[in-house]
């Protein structure tokens, strides 16, 4: 091989070496270009997914309110013959202690995980016979069944107003004339258990309860969820 032509062929190297080098930033840049493309319509993907489950997300944690009525029973449980001071004097005398009571309640829930939830609800009546009015506020736990019924237990704290001459017989003008002071409020703690199941866009409950294991109180009613 002469000169000229190792000058050619030397050309000829570096032509196809530029050439190479060319087509591989072009390679580079196409690729770079669309690595850039992928990128961006995956984020464009992720926040519009995003989106949903957040608004999900804060669905799901949003509280289930529930506002209704409610009629029920409450016995005392006061019994005289127990007394250890009145030297049988009570055996035969019964106090009519048991009460009916209606009022209303409001609840809210918070779920906790897929099917169990936390709440606390109040609670107010009226009654007649020896319990004037009573109301309370308790917190509570439990958890939902697939077809929406909540099963629970809670407990709290329950104020008993008394209609003392409906319990006692005894009328209230002659506690005072006599200036005999009878605290006529009490409270206690409450506890108990209940059911609520869904119908359509409310709910019908039942509650047993007791106040300090002295008292049995039973209710039932109707609901309305927000």
């Not at 409270?187 to 409950?205: I, K, N, Q």
């Amino acid at each position: 091989m002469n000169n000229t032509d190792f000058v050619h062929c030397a050309a000829t190297i570096e032509y196809l070496a530029a050439a190479r080098r060319r087509t591989s930033r072009g390679g580079s840049k196409r690729t770079k270009n669309i690595m850039k493309k992928l990128v961006f319509a995956s984020l464009a993907a992720a926040g519009a997914l995003a989106v949903p489950a957040a608004a999900q997300a804060q669905t799901e944690t949003r509280p289930d309110i529930t506002i209704g009525a409610t009629v029920g029973t409450h016995d005392l449980g006061i019994d005289l013959g127990d007394l250890d001071a009145d030297d049988g004097e009570f055996d035969d005398l019964n106090i009519d202690d048991d009460s009916t009571i209606f009022g209303g309640f409001a609840a809210a829930d918070f779920p906790i995980g897929e099917s169990m939830f936390a709440g606390v609800e109040g609670n107010f009546h009226f009654g007649d016979g020896p319990i004037e009015s009573e109301y309370g506020a308790a917190a509570r736990l439990g958890f939902r069944t697939e077809g929406g019924t909540k099963i629970f237990a809670r407990g709290g704290y329950q104020w008993v107003d008394l209609d003392l001459e409906n319990l006692t017989g005894v009328s209230e003008d002659f506690l005072d004339e006599n200036d005999i002071d009878v605290k006529d409020v009490a409270g206690d703690y409450l506890v108990g258990v209940g059911v609520e199941v869904p119908v359509s866009s409310f709910v019908l409950r039942a509650n047993v309860d007791t106040v300090a294991f002295d008292t049995l109180r039973a209710t039932a009613g109707v609901g309305f969820k927000f």
